[in-house]
């Protein structure tokens, strides 16, 4: 019996949603409440059903709002954490508090605070928006130049960028198995327009291990309640610092959960397991340039970004050209896939490997 009722705030989230649940959960009941959706979308969810809310970044501080009236009227709710959300709706305190904690990241500066390690001397800088998501108002610049009043900025650095996604319960913490995101650019090409690429051979172990650590504990010391990803950027130096935390269902989790043969969303009705969990399949993603479509069978999820999951390697292969004799996808979305997957091969974590894929 379905316990569960999913308050979802995208239509793109609803898409593949019922496809990471448990064979006993293959239709989950699905409430769609976008940004604009008012109160009564859930308040009249049946009595006995328990809710899950399933936010972006638009709809993290009304969710747990409703959340709080839902729990006030005798409801089960499972929503985000208040503390974790507050950061994710302001980066200078998410920065702050990262700090605080002595988590590595990238020096960085914002009208009223004063950040050790920012350059006196003009050097490169990244400035963003204190409030945005998603690489809105992204800007390359100077260090040495005034800010606007909602903007910070970080010194800008070479190096290559990762994603960890966790799932915290009254269980504890679940990290999923990084996802390799590419090298940065002064052109600020945003990850999500980027091959992205997730498996065994993706990430090293003791680096893998070092970021599934941090993101646990991050998730522990904010008090998480459901998904939430920390965004890396490792330098030359192989030293990873934290840019961001997104409590939320973010746009790698996917391939995570594909990486790891785990139907995520049951987690909030059965116990997640324990600890990190290891990529056991290979996954490939890029921007999706033709139309919507989930074939499940062939591991194939095509949404606003196309994703294709395989055992090995060679399955992996076999997929992508199943799907350009299939004539399911434009041509030039199965030879994008097709040239990722080869050069995932080379393995990204190394030189090579990076060079390689910053050409697909």
């Known amino acids: 019996m379905q316990s569960q009722v999913y308050v979802i705030?995208?239509?793109?989230?609803?898409?593949?949603?019922?496809?990471?649940?448990?064979?006993?959960?293959?239709?989950?009941?699905?409430?769609?409440?976008?940004?604009?959706?008012?109160?009564?979308t859930v308040r009249d969810v049946p009595d006995g059903a328990g809710l899950v809310f399933v936010s972006d970044h638009d709809t993290l501080a009304r969710d747990v709002r409703w959340a709080a009236a839902l729990r006030r009227a005798g409801r089960a709710v499972r929503c985000q954490s208040a503390e974790a959300v507050a950061l994710a709706l302001d980066k200078v305190e998410m920065k702050a508090f990262l700090h605080r904690n002595e988590v590595a990241t990238p020096a960085w500066s914002a009208p009223g605070h004063s950040v050790p390690g920012w350059p006196a001397a003009e050097t490169e800088a990244v400035w963003k928006r204190r409030t945005g998501t998603q690489s809105q108002g992204i800007r390359l610049g100077l260090t040495t130049e005034r800010p606007a009043d909602d903007e910070y900025g970080e010194l800008y650095r070479e190096g290559v960028e990762y994603s960890v996604n966790v799932f915290a319960g009254p269980g504890g913490v679940t990290a999923l198995p990084p996802v390799w995101k590419g090298p940065t650019s002064r052109e600020l090409v945003p990850p999500w327009r980027r091959t992205?690429?997730?498996?065994?051979?993706?990430?090293?172990?003791?680096?893998?291990?070092?970021?599934?650590?941090?993101?646990?504990?991050?998730?522990?010391?904010?008090?998480?309640?459901?998904?939430?990803?920390?965004?890396?950027?490792?330098?030359?130096?192989?030293?990873?610092?934290?840019?961001?935390?997104?409590?939320?269902?973010?746009?790698?989790?996917?391939?995570?959960?594909?990486?790891?043969?785990?139907?995520?969303?049951?987690?909030?009705?059965?116990?997640?397991p324990p600890g990190a969990l290891p990529a056991l399949r290979h996954v490939v993603e890029v921007p999706n340039p033709g139309p919507q479509l989930i074939v499940r069978e062939l591991g194939v999820y095509a949404t606003s970004r196309l994703t294709v999951a395989g055992d090995t390697p060679e399955e992996l292969a076999d997929r992508i050209g199943g799907l350009h004799e299939l004539g399911l996808l434009p041509g030039f979305a199965t030879r994008l896939l097709g040239d990722a997957a080869t050069a995932a091969v080379t393995a990204p974590a190394t030189t090579a490997g990076a060079s390689a894929l910053a050409r697909v």
């Open 196 to 272: 992205r690429l997730c498996g065994p051979t993706a990430v090293g172990p003791g680096l893998a291990r070092h970021l599934t650590g941090t993101a646990a504990r991050l998730a522990r010391d904010l008090g998480a309640d459901g998904f939430l990803e920390v965004e890396y950027l490792v330098g030359d130096d192989g030293e990873p610092h934290v840019l961001e935390i997104n409590p939320r269902v973010s746009g790698t989790l996917r391939m995570a959960a594909l990486a790891a043969a785990e139907p995520v969303f049951s987690w909030y009705d059965a116990p997640a």
């Open 9 to 40: 705030s995208g239509e793109s989230v609803a898409a593949w949603l019922p496809h990471f649940c448990a064979a006993d959960l293959t239709a989950p009941r699905l409430v769609v409440a976008g940004k604009d959706a008012g109160f009564d």
